[in-house]
């Protein structure tokens, strides 16, 4: 049994991806504790704000990657009818997953830690609203961007936006604590 | 008019039903059914913003509160967590390598699955136990990868590390990841079984399963760890 095959280095390779860019987000997470989690309810909403990013932009490469392989979408043309559907969703989206988020740790904190911290329920939706300002656009461009290669998104895009999804998410926390 | 109707009619057929009308235009003008079906949800006719929204919004917010829940348990342990620069930083890697694996557990045991049809039992045992062993290596190697990361990070940002922490953030990194890569492996071939004998594509449901147990499981079995090395 080969245990170190082709399947084994695809998966070797992903991994490293993903892995870097967690490690930077944590990174930052760690240098700014004193502002992100030092905020009672942030650790609550946190895993959800992190994986958000992923899912929305993950299920918007890949919707742009099979009307790309149908040629149904113009790799040469970003201005179409269904490229702008595809963006106000996204935004609609992630608004309304944040105002969710924010929802559930102010109603945590307050039910189970006794507090009421408004700011709980604005750093998220704020937040995703500047991180999505910078993942569609990267989301979309790299998509097109390796279609036009010929590679397949699909196989690539995953580990590329959940890395970039992590760094830019915590950078944008970081950004709506200030506006807060 | 009843053309019309019969149109309005077509519009809300829901999109697990492959209405006749696409084999018929399949068969007939050779357009492959995928691309009829991409056409019928985001067409020049449809509004597909409400229908990206539609289909997605539920299991986000699901996916959202599930992650919240286990976001509970790190809050509970906040007062250690946040004084362990390692684990802070391995905390969001950890997150998407398991849910990496999770999506691979998933999707290549549901195509084992199909391909067992053809090439037997046997086949099945075989390449399940190769799966298992690659997972097993590659979350060993890719949990002392971040582990030595955060630690180096930690070491340069002048955080004060004994050799007591460290080879408890360790010992937790490598748990972590084995117990948690462990509990979807059973768990992607115990429903994915019984989803097969009962005709249903595995596909469909194993990754968002999967993909649930990692953020709510990884959360608590962190915390659990660090409550019992802590």
């Known amino acids: 049994m080969k245990i170190i095959d082709k399947n084994f280095k695809e998966m070797m390779f992903s991994q490293t991806f993903s892995i870097i860019g967690g490690v930077i987000a944590g990174t930052f997470l760690a240098i700014y504790t004193e502002k992100i989690l030092l905020i009672p309810g942030m650790l609550i909403i946190l895993p959800g704000f992190l994986e958000m990013r992923g899912n929305i932009s993950g299920s918007l490469a890949s919707r742009l990657s099979s009307g790309l392989f149908l040629g149904i979408i113009n790799p040469n043309k970003f201005r179409t009818r269904i490229i702008k559907c595809n963006i106000i969703a996204s935004f609609l989206l992630v608004v309304i997953v944040s105002f969710f988020l924010g929802t559930i740790g102010l109603l945590i904190n307050y039910l189970v830690f006794r507090k009421l911290i408004l700011e709980i329920f604005f750093i998220p939706i704020i937040a995703g609203i500047i991180s999505n300002a910078i993942e569609i656009p990267l989301t979309i461009f790299l998509t097109f961007h390796l279609f036009r290669k010929g590679e397949d998104p699909n196989n690539i895009m995953g580990p590329i936006i959940t890395s970039t999804g992590d760094i830019t998410s915590i950078f944008s926390l970081l950004i709506s604590l200030v506006i807060v | ?230």
């Open chain 2, 1 to 230: 008019m009843r053309c019309k109707k019969s149109f309005k009619k077509l519009t809300r057929i829901k999109k697990q039903k492959y209405h006749k009308i696409f084999y018929e235009v399949h068969k007939k003008y050779g357009i492959s059914k995928k691309t009829l079906f991409y056409m019928k949800e985001y067409g020049p006719r449809t509004n597909a913003t409400k229908t990206i929204i539609k289909e997605s919004v539920k299991i986000l917010i699901l996916a959202s509160l599930i992650s919240s829940l286990g976001g509970f348990s790190l809050e509970y342990m906040k007062a250690i967590i946040l004084h362990l620069a390692p684990i802070l930083i391995m905390l969001p890697a950890f997150n998407d390598m398991i849910g990496d694996f999770g999506t691979t557990i998933s999707s290549k045991f549901s195509t084992f699955l199909h391909e067992s049809e053809i090439k037997g039992r046997s086949w099945l045992k075989r390449e399940l136990k190769k799966l298992w062993l690659q997972v097993m290596i590659l979350s060993f190697i890719t949990s002392f990868f971040t582990y030595l990361l955060s630690l180096l990070i930690s070491i340069i940002s002048n955080y004060s590390l004994s050799f007591s922490i460290a080879l408890k953030v360790f010992i937790i990194s490598i748990l972590d990841t084995l117990i948690l890569v462990n509990i979807l492996f059973f768990v992607s071939t115990f429903l994915g079984f019984r989803a097969y004998n009962k005709k249903i594509d595995p596909n469909n449901f194993l990754i968002p399963i999967t993909t649930s147990i990692v953020d709510f499981g990884n959360m608590v079995v962190l915390s659990f760890l660090v409550f019992i090395f802590f």
